[in-house]
């Protein structure tokens, strides 16, 4: 009597990875749980989330972050047990492409505002000097540094999980896209169109790493710290790589270079300027205070960069739903499978 060996068995690097993802995310949850119940740890006195005016607003997006890093948790099993395997595609890459574009520029600003520091050029200890009134200092360290662990643990599951269910869809070169694609013409345009709409918020965001004030809020310009340079720098840089991304897959550019090059950058790029482009403007329209809300130059950039992401999203669903359908279309060879006695 024999048995087929499982190939997609949960192995000890993944079960580390799944713990390092779901415990990174116990502080963060923790927080906000002591926040929602009414508690003021690591909100220093005086800061304008004890006004009583502020509860409202704190209830709702409180709760609304606790649901979002609860997703982490329910992806890091999903992508780590038999089941997972059986969701449908989209309902995985979604989510997945929302805690990539979220998690990245946390990922990438939050060392790079240390660093910046560290040499003596920076104008405030991290990211709390920009809302050092709000939250104390160590608030900080603790969740930007839970979700840095979330994102390398959750990106790596993520990493294997696709490698094994979608790797075929992905792997080769840019020379072995098909040069007949049915959905070329509209790569294109979505591509040329994605990438005109990305320079106003390319252009914006560097204005204001540069140090210009133009188009900024009086309170947000008052704010402003070496933090605050850093972040929009590399809001410049998520924008760049998304039109890099999606025009080279478009127009078939770079014919040696790896066909995941370009998709990964697509991928992060777009997740994050659409992701942190609706967060801002969301936070922004439910301000309580006029003073301190978004301009409206602040709110055109958040939206066009939300749907820059958004337009190169559609991009490669159909990109990835023609190459699956090439796939499937493929001779399958014969598969031998690996047998053991019991």
């Not at 995985?92 to 003596?120: D, E, K, R, S, Y």
């Amino acid at each position: 009597m024999v048995y087929m060996t499982q190939p997609h068995a949960t192995t000890a690097p993944r079960r580390a990875l799944r713990a390092v993802a779901i415990l990174a995310c116990l502080p963060y949850i923790g927080l906000k749980v002591a926040w929602i119940a009414g508690s003021y740890l690591g909100i220093p006195e005086g800061s304008d989330l004890r006004a009583p005016g502020e509860r409202p607003v704190m209830l709702a997006f409180n709760g609304l972050s606790v649901l979002m890093d609860a997703a982490v948790v329910v992806l890091a099993l999903l992508l780590t047990r038999p089941w997972g395997r059986r969701v449908p595609a989209w309902l995985l890459a979604l989510p997945v492409w929302c805690a990539c574009g979220l998690l990245a520029p946390i990922m990438t600003g939050f060392p790079a505002q240390l660093i910046v520091t560290a040499l003596g050029h920076g104008t405030g200890a991290g990211p709390a000097a920009d809302d050092s009134r709000f939250l104390a200092d160590w608030v900080f360290g603790l969740v930007y540094g839970g979700f840095i662990l979330q994102g390398l643990a959750l990106g790596a599951l993520f990493v294997l999980y696709a490698r094994e269910r979608w790797g075929h869809l992905w792997r080769g070169r840019i020379a072995d896209l098909p040069a007949d694609s049915p959905t070329r013409g509209a790569q294109r345009l979505t591509a040329v169109v994605a990438t005109v709409l990305a320079v106003l918020p390319a252009a914006t965001h560097a204005l204001w790493a540069a140090g210009s004030t133009a188009g900024l809020s009086a309170a947000r310009a008052a704010e402003r710290t070496s933090d605050f340079y850093v972040l929009e720098a590399m809001y410049v840089v998520f924008a760049l790589a998304t039109a890099a991304g999606a025009l080279t897959l478009a127009f078939r550019s770079g014919h040696r270079l790896r066909l995941g090059v370009p998709l990964g950058l697509a991928w992060i790029g777009s997740g994050a300027l659409a992701c942190w482009g609706g967060w801002l403007m969301l936070t922004g329209l439910t301000s309580g205070d006029g003073a301190k809300a978004p301009s409206a130059v602040m709110n055109m950039t958040y939206a066009v960069q939300m749907i820059v992401g958004l337009l190169v999203l559609t991009a490669g669903a159909y990109f990835f739903g023609e190459r699956g359908a090439q796939a499937s279309e493929a001779p399958v060879p014969p598969r031998t499978l690996e047998l053991r006695p019991l």
